[in-house]
């Protein structure tokens, strides 16, 4: 009769053991199942791509900027480029070729500020930066330009030139400093090593900034330099600076 209870504890137990011995498997199979993926949610419309610049009147706007460029050096070519705007107004030669002894050394337009000809059919506007040097290779003037096109032979033709923001430039000032120092001679040796080049394809203009003679007595003389090449928008512009040193009596460059 003691074997009872015994039998029944057993027999009790036994399920207990059971049901204990499933819950690791249960939890392993959790543990090993795959991650459920995740949702990404998107709030509002996606930014619409930038509009590609309108070829056509971009090359148009390239093409008159390099034929002015081209009569600017033989002036004889701007009464053809003359015959070419579309317009009946008389455009003086400073304003379509540039001042009177400067050549049109640089130009420049942003594809963004052409209109589309899907955003505004026939005629257009654009904003033009023009640079002119003089002879020696001297900046003599930069403006911007509203220049207005319209519809012509199944291109474009300007039909309108404005020109704003008009600035002479004036190296008088630092070319007296320079005559001060005594190194007027030294100025004309200096051109010609501004405008060199490594690129014998590019133009090249310079602006004097200044000259300064130091406790050395050596002097410094810094200018902007621009380069661009021929029949192509857009001109790159750096500082340059050159030392002059007298030895033995005699003078040399130093560049910084």
């Given at each position: ?90 455009v003086l030669d400073e304003v379509l070729v540039g ?30 930066t023009l640079l002119f040097a003089s002879q020696d ?120």
């Open positions: 009769m003691r074997l009872a209870p015994l039998l029944l504890t057993v027999a009790l137990a036994a399920p207990i053991a059971s049901i204990a011995a499933t819950i690791p498997a249960v939890a392993r199979a959790d543990s090993s199942a795959p991650e459920s993926p995740v949702t990404e949610i998107r709030l509002g419309s996606p930014a619409p791509a930038s509009p590609k610049p309108d070829a056509a009147r971009s090359k148009a706007v390239e093409r008159f900027l390099s034929a002015r460029q081209d009569a600017s050096a033989d002036r004889v070519k701007a009464a053809g480029l003359r015959r070419r705007l579309a317009t009946k107004e008389q001042p009177r002894g400067a050549t049109l050394v640089g130009f420049d337009f942003d594809d963004a500020d052409v209109p589309r000809a899907g955003a505004r059919a026939g005629r257009f506007d654009v904003t033009a290779g001297q900046v003599v003037e930069t403006r911007s330009e509203e220049l207005t096109f319209v519809p012509s032979g199944g291109g474009y033709a300007c039909a309108k030139i404005v020109p704003t923001n008009v600035v002479s430039w004036n190296s008088q000032t630092a070319m007296e400093h320079a005559t001060n120092a005594g190194i007027a001679k030294e100025m004309e040796r200096l051109k010609g090593h501004w405008r060199g080049s490594i690129d014998p394809g590019l133009l090249v203009a310079f602006s004097l900034s200044d000259v300064e003679r130091r406790a050395d007595g050596d002097i410094v003389i810094s200018c902007l330099r621009y380069t661009s090449s021929p029949g192509r928008r857009g001109f790159d512009s750096d500082s340059a600076s050159v030392v002059i040193t007298t030895q033995d009596g005699s003078s040399q460059f130093k560049s910084r």
